[in-house]
């Protein structure tokens, strides 16, 4: 069984280059899965762990989309013939 490295939310924020609220958003808007540790210590307070293969897929799946907007708005270059 291969082990798997889990990363805090700030860990996280570090490797993506954002900001903590910007994971948080992410977490809490289903977009990034992360696991509640502290349910299981009974805390009130959350304290997420993302596992390095869902951040993986999360930025593969946030580049594609950053690709198809990126793509979406370019415009198409004028023909000669529209140039006049």
């Known amino acids: 069984m291969v082990d798997q490295k889990y990363y805090t939310i700030q860990e996280a924020a570090k490797v993506l280059a954002c900001d903590d609220e910007t994971i948080l958003a992410q977490i809490h808007s289903g977009e990034l899965p992360a696991v509640n540790i502290a349910r299981r210590l009974q805390s009130?307070?959350?304290?997420?762990?993302?596992a390095e293969g869902e951040l993986g897929r999360w930025l593969l799946k946030r580049g594609k989309a950053a690709n198809q907007?990126?793509?979406?708005k370019q415009t198409k270059r004028p023909t000669p013939n529209q140039l006049g």
Request: proline share 9%.
């Open 69 to 72: 907007e990126i793509a979406s």
């Open 44 to 50: 009130k307070r959350p304290t997420w762990r993302i």
